[in-house]
């Protein structure tokens, strides 16, 4: 969850840290701070707030002379945010500092490993343990203090590490939380994501589970486990560091809004060959998705909203039991998992730690896995058996709205493929979808021009104090992200209920003045929507009703209506999520808040 910056070279690292953590503010943070190598030994300062506190403080690194450094966002898990607290971490004896990202679950074990043999500290951290235990090791050898440390420390982490007795060296490794190496010319990187290293370096080194890489100006040298040497490709990142910009856009969180429309077209295209989907799955063989009796999706936040809309489309489609599952009770569930189970991950990062976990739960129990993740060749990448990238480009904000969108539609173009692949959808029908789908975007693209109103209705009901997010089937699915995205960035209250389920209960909670935003663009079911958004107005509530273009019904009943093109209930999900997002968004920027950074909250989880 972390934001994870090294470097190497003959420039002076604190200013280069400094700026490649600001390009990673988005993963979300509390504090933040630099350690240096130099003459003098390993420097350090850090500070609880936003990194311009930092800069402050350094006078923009300049108090931190030295050409190699670690630097560290960090977001508090095992003690409150502070100056202490913040990495990064240096050892008693002055000779070793780390940051770290993850989780050290046997912490307390050390701690009191290291207290036996007179090791005090200084911080609440799990992270001070790790650096104190490499100094406990640490007889002149690096690499043999940093390993026989790994070898002790349960959980997930990404450690990056620098010595004051080799000042022109830094080590890498990693078990389950991510961290790539930038590799430059005269100078190397250490990185949580490649964001941070776009300015200096496209060609970067992803290290696998248990690797430790030694990097200096020069050379890269990574070891496994064993000690054995291990060769790593170098990938080269195909997207430059203006796709993560801003562009214009006052928030990134509205410029990924505004890019939906073209990460369709990415994960759609490419698809598409001669009147039929083709997803280039290689590995699961076409035999098993025939014979498959069921399907679990597992994700977490706004992908496992993907997940329970696209239950619905699998389900009608492919004629096979689909459950959705969280992906952090998961593997506590005990699952009924089969060979002829199929697995669906999702995950925009691919390394959120508690969906890698369920993954491996799966896997192990015999499932089929196939993921859908944004990041070639993150961790649920690498170990799914099949991978659907959704190519929708890096996304910076901390709120989801591209990724999911892309999410989504990957789960479209799944659930077709199965349904032909089990004879129920004809080639004829495969074509009439496939068109549907490569209209989306130039229909999205007519809503995103249309913004004045959703506008107008922030700005009247920003300062509300609770928001309902109502529907049937689809739209009670689609519900739960419009609920989360507003509360998310906008910190209101907000819920989501089954509309069908007022009367049992939740209906209690409206009174005068309450705001229910109705989603009625499931026409199966649209007059009990009708006769639902009566029942709450009786009781006082103020409706702004999200439908079908010429749904008169609904217009009759609610105070504000938000319309959709009519028609495509293949992707109706699609498209009125793009409304619920700006709405959210507004409400946000009426408010003051830290869009692209709201509080307590990460872009990239990798803790449990």
């Known amino acids: 969850m972390c934001g994870v ?11 280069l840290m400094l700026d490649a953590l600001e390009k990673l503010e988005y993963r979300g943070y509390d504090s933040s701070g630099i350690a240096v190598c130099g003459a003098s030994g390993i420097q350090l300062a850090k500070r609880k707030g936003r990194l311009s506190v930092l800069r402050a403080c350094t006078h923009d690194g300049a108090d931190l002379p030295g050409c190699t450094g670690i630097g560290h966002t960090r977001w508090a898990t095992h003690g409150e945010p502070s100056d202490v607290n913040a990495h990064p971490h240096l050892s008693r004896s002055g000779k070793v500092a780390l940051v770290h990202n993850g989780i050290i679950e046997n912490y307390a074990e050390l701690r009191e490993f290291l207290a036996e043999r007179g090791y005090t500290f200084i911080s609440d951290t799990d992270t001070e343990i790790a650096v104190q235990l490499i100094d406990y090791f640490y007889r002149g050898d690096p690499v043999h203090a940093v390993r026989e440390t790994v070898n002790m420390l349960v959980g997930a982490f990404s450690l990056s590490i620098i010595f004051a007795d080799y000042p022109d060296r830094m080590i890498a490794v990693r078990k389950d939380s ?43 040298v990574v070891f496994d486990r064993f000690g054995e040497k291990v060769k790593k490709e170098i990938q080269h990142v195909t997207w430059d560091a203006g796709a993560a910009e801003k562009g214009g856009y006052p928030h990134f969180m509205l410029k990924e809004i505004m890019e939906e429309p073209e990460a369709i077209r990415n994960t759609v295209h490419p698809r598409i060959h001669t009147g039929d989907i083709e997803l280039e799955i290689q590995h699961i063989p076409e035999a098993a998705f025939k014979t498959l009796d069921r399907i679990f999706i597992v994700a977490c936040g706004s992908a496992y909203h993907v997940g329970v809309v696209g239950k619905g489309y699998i389900e009608k489609f492919a004629r096979v039991p689909v459950t959705v599952e969280l992906a952090s009770e998961f593997r506590y569930n005990d699952p009924i998992i089969t060979t002829r189970t199929l697995t669906v991950i999702i995950s925009q990062s691919g390394e959120t730690i508690d969906t890698l976990l369920a993954l491996r739960e799966a896997k192990a129990r015999g499932s089929h896995i196939l993921s859908i993740v944004n990041v070639v060749g993150s961790s649920i990448a690498n170990e799914s058996e099949d991978v659907l990238y959704t190519w929708a480009g890096p996304e910076i904000a901390v709120a989801t709205t591209k ?73 009670y699915a689609l519900a739960l992200e419009g609920s989360l995205k507003l509360k998310e960035i906008s910190y ?18 409206i009174e005068p003045g309450t705001l229910a935003v109705a989603l009625c663009t499931y026409a199966p079911l649209l007059d009990k929507m009708v006769s639902n958004i009566r029942e709450v107005k009786a009781r006082g509530a103020t409706v702004i009703a999200l439908c079908q273009a010429g749904a008169q019904d609904v217009a009759a009943v609610a105070d504000h209506v938000i319309e959709v093109p009519a028609g495509d209930w293949l992707v109706m999900p699609s498209l009125s999520i793009v409304p619920l997002q700006l709405f959210a968004y507004y409400m946000a920027l009426a408010k003051g808040c830290d869009i692209d950074k709201p509080r307590n909250l990460a872009k990239s989880v990798t803790v449990e």
């Open 403 to 475: 990724a999911y969108s892309t999410q989504l539609t990957m789960l479209y173009l799944l659930a077709l493929k199965l349904g032909a692949l089990r004879g129920n959808v004809s080639p004829s029908e495969m074509e009439t979808y496939i068109k549907v789908l490569e209209d989306l975007p130039a229909k999205i693209d007519g809503l995103l021009g249309e913004r004045e109103l959703l506008q107008r209705l922030a700005a009247k009901y920003f300062s509300s104090k609770d928001i309902f997010f109502i529907g049937r089937n689809l739209d």
């Open 178 to 220: 991510p961290l790539v190496i930038g590799v430059g010319e005269n100078e190397n990187f250490i990185a949580s994501d490649i964001p941070a290293l776009l300015t200096h370096t496209r060609d970067i080194i992803r290290l696998g589970e248990y690797e430790m890489a030694v990097i200096d100006a020069h050379n890269i």
């Open 5 to 15: 910056i090294g470097y190497v070279g003959g420039k002076q690292a604190a200013p």
């Open 492 to 509: 209101i209250h907000s819920e989501a209920y089954a509309a069908g389920e007022l009367k049992h209960g939740t209906i209690s909670l």
